[in-house]
């Protein structure tokens, strides 16, 4: 196996093999002969020889029409296994250099029109055999070729150029001579040709003299004169062959807008979670964006491409069709770039009638669960219906609950409104930036920023607020739990007579910052036992180095960790009491007054708590306020919530 870091090796390695590839440029008569020239001006065996063809060459007939080959060439790369992995890309990709075929070499003979005979000698490839001189000679033969050079078929044979060179003449009879047949296809798209043989006496076809009888009947494009090249060296008479093929119109491809999100919002896009196992509550299907974020892009319209027959008939292409951006809602189209949809905002992004929106509001038609999975996004969320056990929201805006919550986590930067009531069932945790306003609150954990104003009551939850915890209506009361605010908890009723749960109320300090104070004593309590023991541990080694001169090996060396150790929790002790001063200091600021009010009854065993002084209600107590006075918890005549308190968010009411 290669990981990734063995495979970056690899590819930095083949980076820095490619910069230095020396690439030539090399031209000749045959492939054979460049293949071999650029081999000598590298210096490599012409197996190590990497190339690619940028022309094809061809010998032409007397050096009419002749074409070098022309190739850009390079030594191969090899790579060797040298560690675990090294080399696996070439092996796996399978590259091995180029792939000599294996070709004999052949004898091609050619008559013109001038009564010359002619001989071309290929040379063979691979492990290919050399073509004969008797087998040359016997083609010359074949054709009653008179006055034939031996010695300069010998010489033609041995050096195998690929050129035809003139080796003798023949009697020509005008009469005898190949004939070709043009043909076009109806709609002039394709031509073909059909070649009579020669017969005695007769010439073959040069390439020259098939163009001039194609341009007679008209074919003048698309003419495949590799087609024309090969037929001269191995001729296929009295059949049909395709030698023209004309270029078909292109239209245009119409504009068309590329998205940047999915837009079948049907589509559910399952997240697989840190155990292998597909999460389902986790779909994946709100969108969400931000502001200023790329939406969409129009890919501008392309132009058609003219076509033409093979007799030269221009054919005319359509240019594909323009749109307009679709722009929505809440989007606008980029300065930079026109063809550019950017968000205005944060929220979710939707295709609605054909047009890009970004929705700041995200709203659930019935409940979240299965269906809906969890919610994460970057507006205000809406539902209509219940929150079920186990799932979540968070959202940046507010997030709006027609139903009731039960044991799921909400998690909102702006206010918090539940129609109903939350039933934590001891688990649930919902957290506001500003406010949380619901009908009851039952067995939850609630933070805010803000207030809590609840209008049937609050049983047996933790519920911290910066401000105030406001519980108003018929059935205000706040049973069990522990409540903290940073001005005043304010119910109806504050304790149950009947029940044994306890119930706390805390005012006067900012709960985010007493919960950090008591985990910082808690640590600090920590430490000092951990500083204690290796004190001890230290002193207890000491004494006995002291009284031994010396101490083993393995006390010596728990004697530095005891030493390293007692250093370390000094300087983490020193920056927790650090921290535990600023926010006290931060706690002695503030300018809450704090106060606990109920306007009809406090039951014995609740417990008030101003600032630092706690005090247990004792007896009960009728439209009372408990207010802090000279270090002690004093009771006055009830006080009203603030007007402040009984407004509640951007379109909502206390009730």
């Not at 590298?42 to 032409?60: A, K, N, Q």
Request: proline fraction near 3%; include cysteine.
């Amino acid at each position: 196996m290669v990981d990734f870091v063995q495979l970056q090796e690899i590819l930095k390695d083949r980076l820095e093999q490619d910069r230095a590839i020396h690439i030539i440029e090399v031209a000749g008569p045959t492939l054979e002969a460049v293949t071999a020239d650029a081999a000598a001006l590298l210096d490599i065996p012409v197996r190590h020889l990497e190339y690619e063809i940028t022309e094809r060459g061809s010998p032409g007939i007397l050096g009419i029409g002749k074409k070098e080959w022309r190739i850009q060439a390079y030594e191969k790369v090899t790579v060797g296994k040298k560690k675990d992995g090294e080399g696996l890309l070439e092996e796996e990709l399978g590259e091995q250099g180029p792939v000599i075929e294996d070709r004999d070499g052949e004898a091609f003979v050619h008559f013109t029109t001038a009564g010359d005979a002619l001989l071309k000698v290929t040379a063979p490839s691979g492990n290919g055999r050399k073509a004969m001189e008797s087998y040359a000679v016997q083609l010359l033969n074949d054709r009653q070729t008179q006055n034939i050079n031996t010695g300069l078929v010998s010489k033609i044979v041995r050096e195998a150029k690929g050129e035809y060179i003139k080796v003798g003449v023949f009697e020509r009879h005008s009469y005898n001579d190949s004939v070709v047949r043009p043909e076009v296809s109806e709609g002039e798209m394709y031509a073909y040709m059909q070649v009579t043989p020669p017969g005695e006496g007769g010439c073959d076809v040069a390439y020259e003299t098939f163009i001039t009888i194609f341009k007679g009947s008209r074919i003048v494009h698309g003419i495949k004169e590799d087609v024309l090249w090969n037929f001269i060296d191995k001729p296929v008479y009295n059949e049909k062959m395709e030698i023209a093929e004309g270029t078909k119109a292109l239209d245009g491809r119409d504009a068309y807008i590329q998205y940047y999100f999915e837009t079948d919002q049907s589509k559910v896009r399952l997240k697989e979670g840190n155990n292998g196992k597909i999460d389902f509550k986790e779909l994946n299907i709100i969108q969400n964006v931000v502001e200023n974020q790329a939406l969409a892009k129009k890919i501008p319209a392309e132009k058609g491409i003219p076509g033409e027959t093979v007799t030269g008939k221009w054919l005319s292409a359509t240019n594909g069709k323009d749109i307009n951006l679709p722009v929505g809602t809440n989007v606008h189209v980029s300065d930079e770039d026109s063809d550019v949809i950017l968000s205005d905002m944060n929220g979710q992004v939707i295709v609605a009638g054909g047009l890009v929106n970004v929705e700041p509001v995200y709203t659930v038609n019935g409940d979240v669960n299965l269906k809906t999975g969890n919610i994460i996004f970057l507006g205000t969320v809406i539902v209509q219906g219940n929150i079920e056990d186990g799932f979540s929201i968070k959202a940046a805006g507010n997030i709006e609950v027609h139903g009731t919550v039960a044991k799921a986590d909400l998690d909102a930067e702006g206010d918090i409104i539940i129609y109903q009531g939350v039933n934590g069932k001891g688990e649930g945790h919902i957290h506001a930036g500003k406010s949380l306003w619901a009908r009851f609150i039952e067995n939850a954990n609630i933070t805010t920023g803000d207030m809590v104003f609840v209008s049937d009551g609050i049983i047996n939850s933790y519920v911290d607020a910066y401000n105030r915890i406001i519980c108003q209506g018929k059935r205000a009361s706040i049973m069990g739990g522990r409540l903290r605010a940073c001005e005043e908890i304010n119910a109806k009723v504050l304790g149950n007579p009947t029940s044994g749960t306890e119930t706390i109320c805390e005012v006067g300090f900012d709960p985010k910052s007493k919960e950090e104070l008591d985990r910082l004593h808690g640590v600090k309590n920590e430490l000092d036992r951990q500083l204690e023991e290796a004190n001890r541990n230290i002193m207890s080694l000491t004494n006995i180095k002291k009284q031994r001169k010396s101490l083993p090996e393995d006390k010596e060396i728990f004697l530095k960790e005891q030493t390293e150790s007692r250093n370390t929790l000094m300087a983490e002790l020193q920056k927790t009491h650090e921290g535990i001063q600023e926010i006290q200091a931060f706690l002695s600021s503030l300018k809450a007054r704090g106060r606990v009010s109920a306007s009809a009854k406090v039951y014995p065993g609740v417990k008030i708590m101003v600032r630092d002084v706690m005090e247990e209600v004792r007896t009960e107590y009728k439209a009372v306020t408990f207010v802090l006075e000279n270090g002690l918890i004093r009771m006055t005549k009830y006080e009203e919530p603030d007007e402040s308190a009984r407004k509640g968010p951007d379109g909502y009411t206390a009730h």
